[in-house]
């Protein structure tokens, strides 16, 4: 027997990250006609199609999808595609059975050959000849049984024809539990960057690293902020890039940029130079986030060297805009708020890219106060004013504000910019200077409101949520609110869905919270299925299940003593 070789395998520079990948497969009936099997891998083909048109990365690129002709009908054929998928880097599968299979020749054989938590959907018609949605119950209470997470989609496709179409209700909840999947597989092995210690002594917002690690499989590189501060005292960046981007803001914001003097324009050069820097070393380390701690070292310590203000940094980093034209958000932090961030990345990527808001959960103004406000100041509420109907959440924050939240989505980044101004940062709070970055949100963006928390107490986190909307009123009026918290700081005010007032500002988890634009419920549930995320919605006014919003709940959580009781005895094992 000739003795194995070694493989020298080839020096690479190059460490792009791994794209998801998603197999697509068809569980069938060896017994069946030639007819029905063309069929079953046809839909195999069609859903795959329908994952690579519609699934993006945050960064706008399609997902890779892979799809096997093989019918998987038998441990043979499981061992096959399994060993396809493998060599493919699969890292979400979706089974599309027409037919009627045996489950523990089929998909389970398959699932035995692939890593343990490998997210799987099952996606069928729901009646046929054959028929695929008794095969679908029969595999997904097995895997139920067995403690093995699945989410089963059984949706509408023709019963007859070789090559039946997907209703679009079928087809959204499939895309949703996609984004959910690419986020889980994609974020695994990825890195975020944070600059400082802990944020500022805040608990809320601690790294909880080896729970961060092991339960989403992202690692925290942490550097010290004297890193940043040697490479802006030595220069390291790209001076005519610098000079760019000057020029950027000094065309889109004009005189709404405040500069008294020439030391207030170094230090302003100096907070765009800090953009440049740490933008390159996140690039150097793959860093799909970061995080920056500023306070209290960086630019509120009198006893050392006060440097400027990152607010502008950190708004370049969450827009999906800057000097250089459209880019990919990278979600980033104020005050080093690791679970801040970890909040916003998860957003950004479940929605395919959209900007995340960071913010203060300043003051919530409940109706009557609203109200009060109003008629101290000559204004006027209707019956229509979201604002004084419901009441809102004044959310305003020093620097993370994405520049995008100065409008409304599809907005170009010359309109948006309008809106924008910098004045000079509180002196106050800010002793080493630089400029904040303001402007006020307009009404009528409706996403979804939340915040990522972590209980010692059971080693798992949960995620506090609710559908939301911005609402706008008068502009005297939203002055006056702006002016009772700090009104150089950007502003958006955020109505929940369900929650009273009463109830939101009792429960927010931490003095910051954040909102994310077209990001669907259910790819936040599936997510947080995946995960083990608890999911937090004690509103009194929301359904336990809200049809064509929710995701279905996993037959895993309903035979386990609900969703939360599941989550916990699969966080145990």
Not at 15 to 26: E, I, L, Q, Y
Not at 29 to 46: C, G, L, Q, V
Request: aromatic share 8%.
């Amino acid at each position: 027997m000739a003795k194995a070789k070694a493989k020298r395998l080839p020096a690479s520079t190059k460490s792009d990250p791994k794209r998801p990948c998603f197999g697509v497969f068809a569980p069938c009936d060896p017994r069946i006609d030639k007819a029905s099997r063309e069929r079953a891998a046809n839909i195999a083909e069609m859903v795959a199609r329908l994952v690579a048109d519609e699934v993006a990365g945050p960064d706008g690129e399609s997902v890779d999808v892979v799809w096997s002709p093989v019918l998987v009908d038998g441990e043979k054929q499981a061992d096959i595609v399994a060993r396809q998928f493998a060599a493919a880097g699969v890292d979400a599968l979706i089974a599309a059975p027409d037919t009627w299979a045996f489950p523990q020749l089929t998909t389970i054989s398959l699932l035995a050959r692939l890593p343990a938590e490998v997210p799987l959907n099952i996606t069928c018609g729901n009646s046929g000849p054959r028929p695929g949605v008794v095969y679908a119950h029969a595999l997904n209470g097995a895997l139920a049984q067995s403690g093995r997470l699945s989410h089963l989609n059984v949706g509408t496709w023709p019963d007859t024809g070789l090559r039946p179409v997907m209703t679009d209700l079928t087809a959204d909840a499939l895309i949703d539990w996609c984004y959910a999947a690419m986020t889980f597989g994609g974020l695994r092995g990825r890195r975020v960057v944070v600059f400082g210690h802990d944020s500022m002594g805040m608990e809320t917002a601690l790294a909880h690293v080896i729970p961060t690690r092991r339960r989403f499989g992202i690692e925290i590189t942490r550097l010290d902020m004297k890193l940043l501060a040697d490479m802006l005292a030595k220069g390291a960046w790209d001076a005519g890039e610098h000079k760019r981007l000057r020029a950027w803001i000094d065309r889109h914001v004009g005189d709404r940029l405040e500069l008294r003097d020439e030391a207030d324009r170094r230090r302003f050069d100096e907070s765009l130079a800090m953009y440049l820097v740490v933008r390159d070393l996140m690039a150097d380390l793959n860093a799909v986030g970061g995080g920056f701690m500023s306070q209290l070292e960086w630019g509120s310590d009198p006893r050392g060297l006060p440097l400027p203000v990152a607010d502008v940094m950190e708004s370049l980093f969450n827009s999906t805009f800057d000097h250089n034209g459209r880019k990919p958000p990278v979600p980033y932090a104020t005050e080093a708020d690791v679970q801040g961030l970890l909040t916003m990345l998860f957003a950004t990527w479940l929605s395919g890219g959209q900007p995340p808001l960071f913010m203060d959960f300043r003051k919530v103004w409940e109706p009557w106060e609203i109200r009060d406000l109003a008629k101290a100041n000559g204004v006027r509420a209707g019956k229509k004013d979201l604002w004084a109907e419901r009441g809102f959440v004044d959310g305003d924050n020093s620097g993370s504000a994405s520049l995008d939240w100065a409008g409304t989505p599809g907005e170009s980044p010359a309109e948006l910019m309008k809106r924008v101004s910098m004045p000079l940062a509180d002196p106050g709070y800010f002793p080493g200077g630089g400029n904040s970055v303001t402007f006020v949100t307009p009404g009528g963006i409706e996403g979804l409101a939340a915040r990522l928390a972590y209980s010692e107490l059971s080693g798992m986190f949960s995620m506090v949520w609710d559908e939301a909307v911005t609402t706008e009123m008068p502009a005297r009026l939203a002055r006056a609110v702006a002016d009772t918290s700090t009104p150089t700081w950007p502003h958006t005010f955020v109505v929940p869905r369900h929650a009273a007032m009463a109830e939101y500002k009792q429960l927010p988890p931490a003095n910051h919270f954040h909102m994310t634009w077209k990001l669907p419920p259910a790819r936040l549930q599936y997510w947080m299925d995946l995960t083990d995320v608890l999911s937090v919605t004690p509103w009194a006014a929301r359904p336990s299940f809200v049809p064509d919003t929710d995701r279905p709940l996993p037959l895993l959580h309903a035979i386990n003593g609900g969703e939360d009781n599941a989550k916990m005895l699969r966080a145990r094992r």
